[in-house]
């Protein structure tokens, strides 16, 4: 079968396999969109990127890129936060897998049988088949008292901080600038994950209209970031390492510390 014929009965595969879960699922209109479906769980939307899998060597196997071809030859590009998951369809499974788009870079094997030779680390198959991962945990937005301490540590920094806690507002934090400005800001914790910090990955800060900045602290770098809401639309991230392939465009962690950023210009 011809692979754009393979990825269409993929799709509608997966279309299938989602409603008869009863899970609410649109298709968007176009070809625009580097996302194929989107699903909804308790309110939160995801964006699924349908990717067919294949069986070889025990392990089901699937690209996390997308190519098209140009006068310089093939061109691929991976998503890099342009999806939320990847919904994996191995036809010769009948079995669905639910992937986080921060899981990989471009390829990832889902082993489905016991390697020949010991491995010091294995994707399970098992562990991403679908109803497993669904739904998705919101690891976003942290507890209270995660944004107590990044409040506490943007005051340690000399920066008039105001809890927005017992409002009804759609933001976190007022931040008072040295001119006396003051900006709303949404404070998440970031992680690191193949060489980039997320947040934001459920779509749960809220839009420019209603926020300014987002104050992302990474624990595991020790430093926290200040990204413009305006500058992303749903999802971003930061870049910490190379991509393993060249990208059109990069935001650089290092560029958005908080030190560098504040205030702002």
């Keep these: 079968m011809e692979s754009h014929r393979k990825g269409d009965l993929t799709e509608a595969t997966v279309i299938t396999e989602l409603k008869r879960r009863e899970i609410p699922v649109s298709v968007p209109f176009g070809d625009n969109e ?14 699924l990127q349908v990717k067919t899998g294949w069986l070889s060597d025990g392990c089901v196997e699937f690209h996390g890129k997308s190519s098209h071809t140009n006068s310089s030859g093939n061109v691929y590009k991976t998503y890099d936060g342009d999806t939320d998951y990847f919904a994996v369809y191995c036809h010769e499974l009948e079995q669905l897998y639910l992937v986080p788009e921060t899981a990989f870079e471009t390829e990832m094997r889902l082993r489905v049988e016991d390697p020949e030779i010991e491995q010091p680390s294995i994707n399970w198959a098992a562990d991403y088949e679908f109803d497993e991962q669904w739904p998705p945990e919101d690891t976003t937005s942290g507890p209270a008292n995660d ?5 506490e540590t943007l005051r340690d920094r000399g920066v008039d901080a105001i809890d927005a806690i017992d409002s009804d507002a759609p933001y976190e934090a007022v931040l008072r ?3 006396d400005d003051l900006l709303r800001a949404a404070v998440r914790r970031g992680s690191v994950t193949n060489g980039r910090i997320r947040f934001d990955t459920s779509g749960t800060v809220p839009g420019p209209e209603a926020v300014d900045y987002a104050v992302v602290d990474c624990a595991e770098r020790g430093e926290q970031y200040l990204v413009e809401r305006a500058s992303y639309e749903r999802t971003t991230s930061l870049r910490v390492t190379e991509p393993e392939q060249a990208q059109p465009s990069i935001k650089w962690a290092e560029e958005y510390e908080f030190g560098a950023c504040w205030p702002p210009g």
């Design 147 to 151: 944004r107590e301490a990044i409040i």
């Design 34 to 47: 580097r996302y194929d479906l989107v699903a909804e769980s308790a309110g939160d939307l995801y964006r």
């Design 177 to 179: 600038t040295p001119d």
